[in-house]
């Protein structure tokens, strides 16, 4: 037997507590504003990562849940690793009451049971598994557990950053696709939010004294979402819009939200670019008393470089030693691993179990592969560790 198939039966036997730990966390709401709630699965999350060896540290934020970063170092030389989670799910407050943690024995389903809740339950008992053989691989293991991820990480890119410039590698624990795929590169990701101030009155006795905001919004959609190339995977999509007071009133307050898209850096930069012009041709051609201000957050792409390849050889190579099948991937949605990746850390992204149809209330993930994606994880840091992170 080798060591690959021996840590697969022991995440085989490690099953139960997963499911466990995953049911209790899955049954606590965690949206990205809801702080308290994100607290809360960053207080389980933290309880299991002291149990497993690693000395935690939280740092709390405004209007987010807090930073987790847990730390284990053998006292040996050697290579490092980043290990990137997420607490928070796309989830508003309530949602949880109504829609309960539930496995059918070959599927889970809950809110943010795939994203990504048994994701980081799954890696938390992998490395405790992985350091209690003694046989790492590695010097020191980081794990980030990032509160505001579903909505890009605004607070905490630069932590990720930060710590990343002092790995040799980088794993991420977004799901892994329907056909076992593993990331090796993203696009850029990003959000825009355009707020617009006019001046109200009513619309029978003055409305030549007011102004609208909503009308001034309107006149920004159709050029921002024209900025749009399918052909190069360039995407400027407003999904959300609102204003007004009452319907008598001219309105004076509108604003909108829209995804930002963009295949690689340069179509990012020309994204970026165009979306501040047309912002400010729509400015300039306003009623004087209109005033539009606006909010870009966008994470980089993430390249599908040469040493990213050689991490997906490095897994691919594994999980034919434990009897599965994995493909590499280029992803038009963002993670925490954009952030990696930017700094040059060799990265790969998607070591969490099987999961379809995320972020949707038909998500689930498939339980025969929490063993094997558990097991995965483990012997990609074990044999990474051992190349010295020579894997750039």
Same mark, same amino acid.
């Given at each position: 037997?080798?060591?690959?198939?021996?840590?697969?039966?022991?995440?085989?036997?490690?099953?139960?507590?997963?499911?466990?730990?995953?049911?209790?966390?899955?049954?606590?709401?965690?949206?990205?504003?809801?702080?308290?709630?994100?607290?809360?699965?960053?207080?389980?999350?933290?309880?299991?990562?002291?149990?497993?060896?690693?000395?935690?540290?939280?740092?709390?934020?405004?209007?987010?849940?807090?930073?987790?970063?847990?730390?284990?170092?053998?006292?040996?030389?050697?290579?490092?690793?980043?290990?990137?989670?997420?607490?928070?799910?796309?989830?508003?407050?309530?949602?949880?009451?109504?829609?309960?943690?539930?496995?059918?024995?070959?599927?889970?389903?809950?809110?943010?049971?795939?994203?990504?809740?048994?994701?980081?339950?799954?890696?938390?008992?992998?490395?405790?598994?992985?350091?209690?053989?003694?046989?790492?691989?590695?010097?020191?293991?980081?794990?980030?557990?990032?509160?505001?991820?579903?909505?890009?990480?605004?607070?905490?890119?630069?932590?990720?950053?930060?710590?990343?410039?002092?790995?040799?590698?980088?794993?991420?624990?977004?799901?892994?696709?329907?056909?076992?795929?593993?990331?090796?590169?993203?696009?850029?990701?990003?959000?825009?939010?355009?707020?617009?101030?006019?001046?109200?009155?009513?619309?029978?006795?003055?409305?030549?004294?007011?102004?609208?905001?909503?009308?001034?919004?309107?006149?920004?959609?159709?050029?921002?979402?024209?900025?749009?190339?399918?052909?190069?995977?360039?995407?400027?999509?407003?999904?959300?819009?609102?204003?007004?007071? /009452?319907? %008598?009133?001219?309105? #004076?307050? $509108? &604003?909108?939200? @829209? !995804?930002?898209?963009?295949?690689?850096?340069?179509?990012?930069?020309?994204?970026?670019?165009?979306?501040?012009?047309?912002?400010?041709?729509?400015?300039?051609?306003?009623?004087?008393?209109?005033?539009?201000?606006?909010?870009?957050?966008?994470?980089?792409?993430?390249?599908?470089?040469? /040493?990213? %390849?050689?991490?997906? #050889?490095? $897994? &691919?190579?594994? @999980? !034919?030693?434990?009897?599965?099948?994995?493909?590499?991937?280029?992803?038009?949605?963002?993670?925490?691993?954009?952030?990696?990746?930017?700094?040059?850390?060799?990265?790969?992204?998607?070591?969490?179990?099987?999961?379809?149809?995320?972020?949707?209330?038909?998500?689930?993930?498939?339980?025969?592969?929490?063993?094997?994606?558990?097991?995965?994880?483990?012997?990609?840091?074990?044999?990474?560790?051992?190349?010295?992170?020579?894997?750039?």
């Amino acid at each position: 037997m080798s060591f690959e198939s021996d840590f697969l039966q022991i995440m085989h036997r490690k099953l139960d507590e997963v499911l466990s730990m995953t049911e209790q966390v899955v049954n606590l709401d965690s949206g990205s504003y809801d702080q308290a709630g994100v607290n809360q699965v960053q207080d389980v999350f933290a309880g299991a990562l002291r149990e497993a060896g690693f000395e935690v540290s939280r740092k709390p934020l405004d209007g987010a849940g807090d930073q987790l970063t847990a730390r284990w170092r053998s006292g040996r030389p050697g290579s490092s690793v980043l290990i990137l989670g997420h607490a928070d799910t796309v989830w508003p407050k309530g949602t949880a009451a109504g829609w309960r943690f539930e496995n059918s024995g070959e599927l889970l389903t809950g809110p943010g049971v795939g994203d990504m809740k048994v994701s980081v339950v799954n890696a938390i008992i992998a490395l405790r598994e992985l350091i209690r053989t003694r046989d790492t691989g590695v010097a020191d293991i980081t794990f980030l557990i990032v509160p505001d991820e579903e909505i890009g990480s605004p607070q905490s890119g630069g932590w990720i950053q930060e710590e990343a410039r002092n790995v040799d590698f980088c794993i991420t624990l977004e799901p892994a696709r329907p056909n076992r795929g593993l990331v090796v590169g993203r696009g850029a990701v990003g959000h825009l939010s355009v707020e617009v101030t006019g001046v109200t009155a009513h619309v029978a006795h003055n409305r030549k004294e007011g102004v609208s905001a909503i009308a001034a919004a309107a006149q920004l959609v159709a050029p921002l979402e024209a900025i749009s190339d399918a052909s190069r995977n360039l995407s400027v999509s407003i999904g959300l819009i609102r204003g007004g007071e /009452a319907r %008598q009133i001219v309105p #004076a307050i $509108a &604003s909108f939200d @829209a !995804d930002l898209r963009a295949a690689a850096i340069e179509d990012q930069r020309e994204l970026l670019e165009k979306i501040e012009a047309r912002i400010a041709e729509a400015s300039a051609a306003a009623d004087p008393r209109i005033k539009i201000t606006h909010k870009l957050i966008m994470r980089p792409p993430f390249a599908a470089s040469a /040493a990213n %390849q050689r991490m997906f #050889a490095l $897994a &691919s190579s594994i @999980a !034919d030693e434990i009897g599965v099948k994995v493909h590499p991937l280029f992803s038009p949605g963002g993670s925490d691993a954009c952030f990696a990746a930017a700094v040059g850390t060799p990265t790969l992204d998607g070591l969490g179990p099987i999961t379809h149809e995320m972020c949707s209330r038909r998500e689930r993930v498939e339980v025969h592969s929490i063993p094997t994606q558990g097991a995965l994880l483990a012997c990609l840091v074990r044999r990474a560790g051992r190349q010295g992170g020579h894997v750039s």
